[in-house]
Each structure stands twice: as C-alpha cells, then as structure tokens.
C-alpha cells in the first residue's frame, strides 16, 4: 500500500479537493507590499481558504452609504490567482464608529440596564432595526459585488453570532421579546400559566408588562430567564436568516457562519441554527481553565459532528499557539498543534483553520498566536503550520470520510440554560460539568459516541447516555423510554427528566420524566459539600450529589456506605420492556463512572468502542474503501499499539504493530473488510 491516493473533492463543496487548510486573514492591518508576501507564504503553507472581510465594514463602508471595494477586490483577485479559495465575509460583525455615534440607540444594554459602548467589538443589539437596516445594505452590496465572483467559494455571515452581545436588556429588545413570547404563548393567560406567575405576586394583566430578566434584588423567574435564553438565540438566528436570504437571493455560493461550540459560551441553541447552515462551521480554542483541556475539545469537535448531521463540518477557526483572553495564555508545546488539529479532523471535520493568518501588531489580539508569528518564518510555530500543511493535503482521501458509532449522547443547551440557574439544590451542580465528566468517562473507555439532541431519533444506536437532563419535555423522554422498551439500553444520570420545557416540576418522585424507565423514585436531594465524599459498597466513591432513593423494579447495584443515606441505593439497573436502563443517582469517581459506563456498553452491543491505553484517543472515519484510524497519543510516553494499515503521517506500512509517538498522531490507513 503506498501513500497516494485520489484525493476526492471535498464535500464541504468549497471547490477544493481534499481537506481544507486555511485561516482568517486582516489585510485591512497591513500594508499592500506585506499582502504580497503573505499570499507567497499561504501557498508555502499549503493555504486553500482564507477568510477575509470579517471586520471590514470602516474599511468598506467609512461614511454612511459609501462604499469602497477597490481594496476588497484586489486582495481576493491577488488570492484567487494563486489558487486560494476566498471565504466572504459579509463584515457586518462590528458596526463603524459613525453608525454608531448617528444611532447610539443600537447599543446593547446589560442586565443592569447600562449601557456598552463602542471600542471593542460586536457592540449592536440583536433587535435594533437600525443596525439591522444598516447591515443588510452592506449586505446587499457587499453580495451584489462579489455573488458569482469565482474567487468566493463561502459566505460568512457576520462572525461569531452572540459572542458579546448575545443577551440585550434594552427597551428595544424588550418590545422583541413581547413579540415572541406572544407568538408562542398566544395568550397572557397561557404565558401566567407557564411562567408560574402566580408565585410572589409576578401575574401579568398585560403584555407591556413584561421585561427582560433584568437583575432583581431577589432571584428572578426561573422560566422567564429560561425563554429570555430562547428569545435571545432565536434573535439572533433571525438575524442570520436575514442576511442568508439577501445572499440566497443572488449568489448560489454555500452559506455559513461560524459556531462557538465551547465551554465558556450557552447563549445560542445550535440545534436550532445548524439546519439553516449550508455548512456547519466551528471556532474552538483550547481552554486552560479547565482541567483537561483536549478532552474539551473532542466533545466540541463530536457536538459540532452532532450538529452536521454526521456529515463533515469545518472547523472556522482555533489556535497555533496562545490565545490573549483568558487569565494566563499558555504557548502550545511541539506538536500540540498538530495533534489539536488531528483530533478535529478525527472527529468529522474536513477542514481546519485558524484565527489568523499573520500576528496583528496593533489592537488588542496583538498577543494572540497566528500562523505567521512576530517572530516570522524562523520559528516553531511556522515550521509546524508548514510541516500540518503538507500532511493536510497529504490527508486529501479522508475528506467524506465519516464517524460511525452507535451510542449516542444527549446534548441540549435549553437544559444547560436551565439546570445553571438560582436557587437549585446545589450551586455546586453545573450542567456542562457533567456532561463534561460523562462523555469524559466514555472517552476514558475508547467508546465514540454520537451527540443528539433530546428528542432526536434514536433508531439505529444500541446505547443512550442522558446526562443531568433537568429540563426535558415528555416527548422528548418519551423518545428515551420507547428506545429502551424497544430493546435499547440508557445510561441516565441524576438531576434529570425532573422539569418540563417550561421548568415546571414533575411531582410524583425524581427523576419525574425517567421514572418509569430508571424503576426507582427519588424523594429528596442530598446534595454533598465540595471536597467531601461517600464510600459506596461496590468500591467507589460518590460526590456532588446524593438522593433518597426508592427502588420501584429496579435493582441497586451500589449503596452508600456512610452519610445520611447508609443502605440506600446510588447506581440502580432496570430492565423494561426488552431493554436496560441504569439510572447514576450520584456523582461517581471517574473510575467508577468509567466502569459503570463501560459496563453499559458491553451489555447494549455496542460496537464503537477501541482498545485504548490510558491517554489515548482512538476514533475511526469510514471511507467507501477505506477506514481511517486516528491514533492520538496525548501521554509523555511513546504508546505500542495493534492497529495494522498504512500510517498517513509517518507514511509507513504498520504490519502487527505500532507506536504511536509521545504527543504524535498516527492515521492508519486500512483496506475495508467486503463481505
Ligand atoms: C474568536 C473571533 C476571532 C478572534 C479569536 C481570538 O472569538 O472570532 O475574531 O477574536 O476569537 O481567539
């Protein structure tokens, strides 16, 4: 088997073949003669796409209704002749300084009422028509200039929708927010009933009445906050339809805009949004804040695939090196780039990018990597970006290549939105922590999975893991307790199916929606104080949580040996119908965790699970005629492994076994079984 192989066009359908390799570039920071040498050293690099124009309207548009498109038309002729593909911004995402000095009434508002003001970035409100009138003229220039240029191959519609500016209290957004939730609840009747009203004197006569969640001296409606959340990310997707629509209506060229599937950002459900994209697009940078940052990154990576569908994402945007926001900005070490990058790819995308191309050295991101550093071509950083370059194009016959497995994982932000908020049993229970620690145990145990949205169709998968699942409607559990009937097996974990959509509770015994299907009934929550913990008699150690929980069918197969609950069951196993649930009413160590999961696993069939040492991440991508087994070996050691094929990286025949190297990546190339 040798290394060259036909490299397919890539089904992002951005006109390159093979994988993309890019970044967003600022030509408006430099000067022409440095335009010149940055094309020369994009070709170097093995750059296809690059994103430009992403804040360009003072450039574009300096004063009000004159446009200038003589610099725009030169850097996208100038990347077009050198074969690199142009991905458009429609540079609406920071408004100019004289927009907002005409209309200072587009500035957002936060939850204290005061005012943000221009200087940084993205300083609009997602419902001021005045920003929106204006953007949509840029828009429509912007589109009738460049619709049918050959050199654009992707509209990128704004940037980062929501990162700032997601949540505006101002009176304009209030008069929005009315709007929709009249839209949905038709009534002020059904709104009273849903936002339970009737507590603390909150009854609304009318709909003027009503304000944003603004801060209160006392906790606020639970479900006034929760449909603030959905008013707000649907503002913003409205937004995006906007200019989508100016762009359909003459250009055919693929729309997208770029996600923030993170940690540190809940505000848009991009459930919603990722069906109106012609190409699921993700920014992702590595965040030291948490305690395993890569691990993050896979779960972003596997959301994003979720979003696409299965089919292969792009991802927007991520790091060479150090970002410049966050409290301490670590440099990457050698070929933690490579391997951050390999792991997207891994994981579905078929592209990857990054923030940016050359190192601002004004402004605030003056800090932050690139692939072309302060320091230039003589360092690490270039050298890695340029040896990635070659071994992207290299990969050229993985794109289309897809993630297969059958376990799926729910993912859902309006539970996110709702399981964070005031006066719960525990400030110490955050809904992406343990979505984090669950998909982290699975990672733990070489199982691949799939995320889902609740309510998704689970027809086709063996196993379902429900994590923290507070929020929950009946039909979306009812989804859950059907696929188990049916034979499918659940792993569900405390803290969920307890409200419904409109974060009412379901009385009767936790974990309400899952009740039936766990066959237990909770009756009260025992939260545990940070850095306690209680032995269990299956060896494990329970922390975060604990419920006083009564056995209706199911069987305990862990009990609490100390604490307030001695005897009472923590890890319970139900079957129903001719499917198993297992119901996790604690927060189990990892280890633990990683057995019960591994258990579930075994039992349901599930087939996506690879043998893993400690630290090792094995994800498979099936071709039409071949598999790609992506080995990631994040550990300070070299790892042997039994993985036979052809390395694309190393580009060596592995015949029994390989070794992966410490901090390496191997892409084992192997021949599909025909049967
Ligand atoms: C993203 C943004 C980029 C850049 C980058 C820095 O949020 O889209 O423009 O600011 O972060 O990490």
């Given at each position: 088997m040798?290394?060259?192989?036909?490299?397919?066009?890539?089904?992002?359908?951005?006109?390159?073949?093979?994988?993309?390799?890019?970044?967003?570039?600022?030509?408006?920071?430099?000067g022409?003669?440095?335009?010149?040498?940055d094309?020369?050293?994009?070709?170097?690099?093995?750059?296809?796409?690059?994103?430009i124009?992403i804040?360009?309207?003072?450039?574009?548009?300096?004063?009000?209704?004159?446009?200038?498109?003589?610099?725009l038309?030169?850097?996208?002729?100038?990347?077009?002749?050198?074969?690199?593909?142009?991905?458009?911004?429609?540079?609406?995402?920071?408004?100019?300084?004289?927009?907002?000095?005409?209309?200072?009434?587009?500035?957002?508002?936060?939850?204290?009422?005061?005012?943000?003001?221009?200087?940084?970035?993205?300083?609009?409100?997602?419902?001021?028509?005045?920003?929106?009138e204006?953007?949509?003229?840029?828009?429509?220039?912007?589109?009738?200039?460049?619709?049918?240029?050959?050199?654009?191959?992707?509209?990128?519609?704004?940037?980062?929708?929501?990162?700032?500016?997601?949540?505006?209290?101002?009176?304009?957004?209030?008069?929005?927010?009315?709007?929709?939730?009249?839209r949905?609840?038709?009534?002020?009747?059904?709104?009273?009933?849903?936002?339970?009203?009737a507590?603390?004197?909150?009854?609304?006569a009318?709909?003027?009445?009503?304000?944003?969640?603004?801060?209160?001296?006392?906790?606020?409606?639970?479900?006034?906050?929760?449909?603030?959340?959905?008013?707000?990310?649907?503002?913003?997707?409205?937004?995006?339809?906007?200019?989508?629509?100016?762009?359909?209506?003459?250009?055919?060229?693929?729309?997208?805009?770029?996600?923030?599937?993170?940690?540190?950002?809940?505000?848009?459900?991009?459930?919603?949004?990722?069906?109106?994209?012609?190409?699921?697009?993700?920014?992702?940078?590595?965040?030291?804040?948490?305690?395993v940052?890569?691990?993050?990154?896979s779960?972003?990576?596997?959301?994003?695939?979720?979003?696409?569908?299965?089919?292969?994402?792009?991802?927007?945007?991520?790091?060479?090196?150090?970002?410049?926001?966050?409290?301490?900005?670590?440099?990457?070490?050698?070929?933690?780039m490579?391997?951050?990058?390999?792991?997207?790819?891994?994981?579905?995308?078929?592209?990857?990018?990054?923030?940016?191309?050359?190192?601002?050295?004004?402004?605030?991101?003056?800090?932050?990597?690139?692939?072309?550093?302060?320091?230039?071509?003589?360092?690490?950083?270039?050298?890695?970006?340029?040896?990635?370059?070659?071994?992207?194009?290299?990969?050229?016959?993985?794109?289309?290549?897809?993630?297969r497995?059958?376990?799926?994982?729910v993912?859902?932000?309006?539970?996110?939105?709702?399981?964070?908020?005031?006066?719960h049993?525990?400030?110490?229970l955050?809904y992406?922590?343990?979505?984090?620690?669950?998909?982290?145990?699975?990672?733990?145990?070489?199982?691949?999975?799939?995320?889902?949205?609740?309510?998704?169709?689970?027809?086709?998968?063996?196993?379902?893991?429900?994590?923290?699942?507070?929020?929950?409607?009946?039909?979306?559990?009812?989804?859950?307790?059907?696929?188990?009937?049916?034979?499918?097996?659940?792993?569900?974990?405390?803290?969920?199916?307890?409200?419904?959509?409109?974060?009412?509770?379901?009385?009767?015994?936790?974990?309400?929606?899952?009740?039936?299907?766990?066959?237990?009934?909770?009756?009260?929550?025992?939260?545990?104080?940070?850095?306690?913990?209680?032995?269990?008699?299956?060896?494990?150690?329970?922390?975060?949580?604990?419920?006083?929980?009564?056995?209706?069918?199911?069987?305990?197969?862990?009990?609490?040996?100390?604490?307030?609950l001695?005897?009472?069951?923590?890890?319970?196993?139900?079957?129903?119908?001719?499917?198993?649930?297992?119901?996790?009413?604690?927060?189990?160590?990892?280890?633990?965790?990683?057995?019960?999961?591994?258990r579930?696993?075994?039992?349901?069939?599930?087939?996506?699970?690879?043998?893993?040492?400690?630290?090792?991440?094995?994800?498979?991508?099936?071709?039409?005629?071949?598999?790609?087994?992506?080995?990631?070996?994040?550990?300070?050691?070299?790892?042997?492994?039994?993985?036979?094929?052809?390395?694309?990286?190393?580009?060596?025949?592995?015949?029994?076994?390989?070794?992966?190297?410490s901090?390496?990546?191997?892409?084992?190339?192997?021949?599909?079984?025909?049967?």
């Open positions: 040798n290394s060259t192989e036909a490299h397919r066009p890539s089904p992002l359908g951005l006109g390159t073949d093979g994988l993309v390799f890019g970044c967003d570039y600022n030509p408006e920071q430099w022409k003669e440095v335009w010149r040498e094309v020369r050293l994009m070709r170097e690099a093995g750059v296809n796409l690059v994103a124009n804040f360009g309207w003072s450039h574009i548009e300096p004063r009000r209704g004159e446009f200038h498109f003589d610099d038309d030169e850097i996208i002729a100038l990347l077009h002749e050198n074969g690199i593909g142009v991905n458009l911004g429609t540079g609406t995402s920071s408004p100019p300084p004289w927009l907002t000095t005409l209309h200072p009434e587009m500035l957002p508002q936060v939850s204290d009422g005061t005012t943000r003001w221009p200087g940084g970035r993205q300083a609009w409100c997602p419902s001021s028509p005045v920003f929106r204006h953007a949509m003229t840029l828009v429509r220039a912007t589109v009738k200039r460049y619709g049918s240029n050959p050199a654009v191959v992707l509209w990128h519609v704004s940037n980062e929708l929501g990162c700032h500016n997601a949540l505006c209290y101002c009176d304009v957004s209030a008069a929005a927010f009315r709007v929709w939730l009249e949905h609840y038709t009534s002020i009747e059904a709104l009273n009933e849903a936002w339970g009203t507590f603390w004197s909150q009854h609304y009318q709909w003027s009445e009503i304000l944003p969640p603004r801060d209160t001296l006392s906790f606020i409606n639970p479900s006034q906050q929760l449909d603030f959340f959905r008013f707000s990310s649907d503002e913003l997707l409205d937004y995006f339809r906007a200019e989508a629509e100016i762009i359909r209506s003459s250009s055919t060229i693929p729309v997208t805009t770029n996600f923030m599937v993170t940690a540190h950002i809940k505000t848009q459900d991009y459930w919603r949004w990722a069906p109106e994209m012609d190409i699921v697009a993700n920014d992702h940078y590595l965040d030291h804040r948490l305690s940052p890569h691990r993050e990154l779960f972003s990576a596997d959301a994003t695939r979720g979003l696409a569908d299965g089919k292969p994402w792009l991802l927007m945007e991520h790091s060479t090196s150090a970002v410049n926001w966050q409290p301490r900005n670590r440099a990457k070490a050698p070929g933690e490579m391997r951050n990058s390999l792991t997207h790819v891994a994981r579905g995308a078929d592209g990857v990018c990054f923030f940016q191309w050359r190192a601002s050295v004004k402004g605030t991101e003056k800090f932050h990597s690139a692939m072309l550093p302060h320091s230039g071509t003589d360092s690490r950083v270039w050298r890695e970006v340029v040896e990635l370059g070659a071994l992207m194009h290299r990969l050229g016959e993985v794109a289309g290549s897809v993630v497995s059958d376990i799926a994982f993912f859902s932000w309006e539970a996110w939105w709702a399981t964070d908020q005031e006066a049993p525990s400030t110490d955050h992406l922590e343990q979505v984090h620690q669950t998909y982290e145990a699975l990672l733990a145990i070489g199982a691949t999975v799939t995320i889902v949205a609740p309510g998704a169709d689970l027809t086709g998968y063996r196993l379902v893991v429900v994590p923290s699942l507070y929020l929950v409607s009946d039909s979306d559990a009812r989804v859950v307790t059907d696929f188990v009937a049916n034979g499918g097996h659940a792993v569900i974990t405390f803290f969920s199916g307890i409200v419904d959509e409109h974060d009412e509770v379901r009385p009767g015994g936790y974990p309400g929606a899952f009740r039936a299907v766990t066959g237990i009934s909770s009756e009260e929550f025992y939260p545990i104080a940070p850095h306690d913990s209680v032995a269990l008699s299956d060896g494990g150690t329970a922390s975060l949580w604990t419920e006083l929980l009564h056995l209706e069918g199911a069987e305990s197969t862990a009990t609490y040996l100390e604490g307030p001695i005897g009472v069951s923590a890890v319970t196993r139900n079957v129903f119908g001719k499917g198993v649930a297992r119901y996790l009413a604690t927060s189990l160590d990892s280890i633990a965790l990683a057995e019960e999961l591994h579930a696993v075994s039992e349901s069939g599930a087939v996506a699970v690879a043998p893993v040492t400690a630290g090792v991440e094995v994800v498979r991508r099936s071709g039409a005629e071949h598999d790609y087994v992506f080995v990631i070996n994040h550990t300070n050691s070299d790892v042997e492994h039994s993985i036979a094929g052809y390395d694309l990286v190393t580009e060596i025949d592995i015949v029994t076994r390989g070794v992966v190297a901090g390496g990546v191997q892409i084992v190339r192997q021949k599909k079984e025909t049967s």
